[in-house]
T-cell receptor, first 118, second 110 residues
């Protein structure tokens, strides 16, 4: 199957700083990527849909000025958590759908990034 | 808005017992997908169901999609310790993104 990578796998930052997380599709081109947040023992909450070459679509309640998403190429989407606070500490996971299979097919998830804000 | 509800939240079984998790949607789904997330890992795609009343099997796992395409189930026969993890169902919200259920966390006692 397709491979999605994420970097870094974990990061610790101080409150008030910004953190960038990268999501790459390694063996396919992804026009659309998805960003999820997962708190311990909870489900995946969709934060935003990242569209290559255009603005991301944010879910209700997700601050677009705080969670900046850039999808500059067909293989790379980045999520920047700006002015991070301890409540932003979470597991951030990206996913992508291989467009060769059309809509509604499986999503390939990255390994996730564990963010801890102190 | 559209929601995908999943029960139970937790299930603890003895190795060899069966396990079932159920997923219900407030609206008709064009398809439903199932994922497994091992502890400390990321979700891994298991299967997609598309047709009304569809039943698919993968070894000890049986997936069903309801006739009305609003509910689905995953049944594991004779659980093994390797089945441990959280099982999520997911349905499309706007056609391009997936809304995940709360997940069912399965633990298996050897």
């Amino acid at each position: 199957g397709a491979v999605v990578s994420q970097h870094p796998s974990w990061v610790i930052c101080k409150s008030g700083t910004s953190v960038k997380i990268e999501c790459r599709s390694l063996d396919f081109q992804a026009t659309t990527m998805f960003w999820y947040r997962q708190f311990p023992k909870q489900s995946l909450m969709l934060m935003a849909t990242s569209n290559e070459g255009s603005k991301a679509t944010y879910e209700q309640g997700v601050e677009k000025d705080k969670f900046l998403i850039n999808h500059a190429s067909l293989t790379l989407s980045t999520l920047t958590v700006t002015s991070a606070h301890p409540e932003d500490s979470s597991f951030y996971i990206c996913s992508a759908r291989d467009p060769r299979w059309g809509l509604g097919y499986e999503q390939y998830f990255g390994p996730g990034t564990r963010l801890t804000v102190t | 808005g559209q929601q995908v509800m999943q029960i139970p939240q937790y299930q603890h079984v003895q190795e060899g017992e069966d396990f079932t998790t159920y997923c219900n949607s407030s609206t008709t789904l064009s398809n439903i997908q199932w994922y497994k997330q091992r502890p400390g890992g990321h979700p891994v795609f298991l299967i997609q169901l598309v047709k009304s009343g569809e039943v698919k099997k993968q070894k000890r796992l049986t997936f069903q999609f309801g006739e009305a395409k609003k509910n689905s189930s995953l049944h594991i026969t004779a659980t093994q310790t390797t089945d441990v993890g959280t099982y999520f169902c997911a349905g499309p919200l706007r056609g391009n993104d997936m809304r995940f259920g709360a997940g069912t966390r399965l633990t298996v006692k050897p």
